[in-house]
C-alpha cells in the first residue's frame, strides 16, 4: 500500500542465496506489474558479534542505502529501517516466503505491505 492508502498488486521474485561460505545472505526482489519493473531492491544479512542479532543491509533502485538492525525472534527475522517501520519475515506452515511491512502509528502496528513467495526448485 503506497502513501496515499491505495493497494498496489504487483508479481514479485526473490533470489535467495548464501554467500562467502554461508555467512551472509544475499536476497534480490525484482517485482513486476504490467511488464515494468516497479520495485528492484538488493539486501545483505549478516551476523553481528551478539548471538541472535544480525546487519540487514539493504540497496533500492532509487539509490538508497543504509544498514539497520535485525533480530531473530521464535523463527521470525525482524529488521527496522527506522522506529515506525518494521518487517517480519518468516517461513510459514505452508513453506512458504511470507514477509509483512507494517508502520508504527503510536500505539499500534499496521500492515502497509504483504508478501507470500512459493519456493521453485
Known amino acids: ?7 498496489q498488486n ?3 521474485e526473490e533470489i535467495i542465496e548464501m554467500k562467502l561460505s554461508g555467512t551472509i545472505l544475499q536476497i534480490e526482489g525484482i ?3 504490467e511488464g515494468k519493473v516497479v520495485h528492484h531492491a538488493l539486501a545483505l544479512i549478516q551476523p ?3 548471538d541472535g542479532k544480525y546487519e540487514f543491509t539493504s540497496f ?11 533480530q531473530l525472534e521464535g523463527g521470525k527475522l525482524i ?12 517461513i510459514n506452515e505452508q513453506g512458504q516466503w511470507h ?3 507494517e ?7 499496521y500492515k502497509f505491505m504483504e508478501m507470500t513467495l512459493n519456493k521453485i526448485k
Open 99 to 101: 514477509e509483512i511491512g
Open 31 to 33: 517485482g513486476t506489474a
Open 60 to 70: 533500492l533502485q532509487s539509490g538508497m542505502k543504509g544498514t539497520y538492525p535485525a
Open 10 to 12: 504487483f508479481e514479485q
Open 48 to 50: 553481528v558479534e551478539e
Open 103 to 109: 508502520y508504527n502509528a503510536g500505539n499500534a502496528w
Open 1 to 7: 500500500m503506497g502513501q496515499d492508502r491505495v493497494r
Open 79 to 90: 529488521w527496522n529501517p527506522t522506529d515506525q517501520v518494521r518487517y517480519i519475515i518468516q
